[in-house]
């Protein structure tokens, strides 16, 4: 069974950092392309960050500069840095694996900023 958990998430404060992490289970996480995307209060989800197996990486525009995606393969983790936290980064940040046309999500994990 394929399994993605989040953690790192919680409360900070705006131009504070956060690390978020996302480790898998159940698949090999090198041979995906892994993704993060978050949702606001309300919202939809939105595209953030990737990486390919390659480690290759591409971002959201907005986001460049204060977003940072790597993988750790040994552990099976991918992470988002988050620098220089704004309030509108408050969110629920999502994982994503993708290989073809499977894609697997993790359940998320919420970030709040405060001011």
């Known amino acids: 069974q394929v399994q993605l958990v989040e953690s790192g998430g919680g409360l900070v404060q705006v131009g504070g950092s956060l690390n978020v992490s996302c480790t898998a289970s159940?698949?090999?996480?090198?041979?995906?392309?892994m993704a993060w995307y978050r949702q606001t209060p309300g919202g939809q989800r939105d595209f953030v960050a990737l990486?390919?197996?390659?480690?290759?990486?591409n971002y959201r525009d907005s986001i460049q500069g204060r977003f940072s995606i790597s993988r750790d393969n040994a552990k099976n983790t991918v992470y988002l840095t988050i620098k220089d936290v704004q309030v509108d980064d408050t969110a629920v940040y999502y994982c994503q694996a993708v290989r073809g046309l499977t894609d697997y999500w993790g359940k998320g994990i919420l970030v709040t900023v405060s001011s």
């Open positions: 990486v390919i197996p390659e480690g290759l990486t």
């Open positions: 159940g698949i090999t996480l090198s041979t995906y392309t």
